[in-house]
């Protein structure tokens, strides 16, 4: 009887179909993807810095408080990527406040240049960050804004596609 009922169409009260229950936590959500995003260009910026496209240290972010010394070893490499991991969790979190209802790539494009531009431009040489945009060098600053606009295009393209997509919450076979 079990299997006619399947044949016929009909679902057991636990599947994944759509009930109008479909609700994803966005500080959870935004944490992940905040999570994945410093993870992934936290270590293309590290591979970028090997590779000598980028003069900017992996733990640019925590420059003012840790000696450039101790940032240049293996376990400056690896706080700087878990900074950068923590920054990008922040900066997720942000971007679900401001501009989650925003859809599209561009959102995130320019959320990603905004934060280049205040930490290479604005604050960054200010605080000890990163060095003055006249000294930094074209290769530096173009690596650098390449990686903060995939960076932003990743938060943003990722959060404005789970929160704005309602072909998600359609049941199954509604396409």
Same mark, same amino acid.
């Given at each position: ?9 009909? *679902?057991? !009260? ?9 609700? @994803? ?8 993807? %905040? ?23 992996? %733990?640019?972010? /925590? =420059? ?32 679900? /406040?401001?501009? +989650?209802?925003?859809?599209? !790539? ?5 959320? +990603? ?7 290479? /431009?604005?604050?960054? !040489?200010? *605080? #000890? ?10 290769? @530096? ?10 960076? #932003? ?10 929160? @704005? =997509? ?6 199954? %076979?509604?396409?």
């Amino acid at each position: 009887m079990a299997a006619s009922q399947a044949k016929e169409g009909q *679902t057991k !009260p636990n599947s994944r179909q759509y009930k109008g229950e479909h609700h @994803t936590n966005p500080w959870l959500f935004s944490s992940v993807i %905040g999570f994945f995003a410093g993870m992934i260009w936290g270590i293309v910026r590290w591979l970028f810095f090997e590779m000598k496209f980028t003069l900017e240290l992996p %733990g640019f972010i /925590v =420059d003012p408080f840790f000696k450039s010394s101790f940032l240049k070893t293996g376990w400056g490499y690896v706080v700087g990527i878990a900074f950068y991991v923590v920054f990008s969790i922040l900066a997720a979190m942000l971007y679900k /406040v401001l501009l +989650g209802k925003l859809r599209g !790539p561009w959102p995130g494009i320019l959320y +990603g240049l905004g934060w280049w531009l205040i930490l290479f /431009v604005l604050l960054g !040489p200010i *605080t #000890g960050m990163s060095r003055q945009i006249t000294v930094a060098g074209w290769n @530096t600053l173009f690596s650098e804004l390449c990686i903060f606009l995939l960076w #932003g295009l990743f938060i943003g393209y990722s959060i404005a596609f789970e929160f @704005t =997509d309602e072909a998600s919450r359609e049941p199954i %076979g509604a396409h």
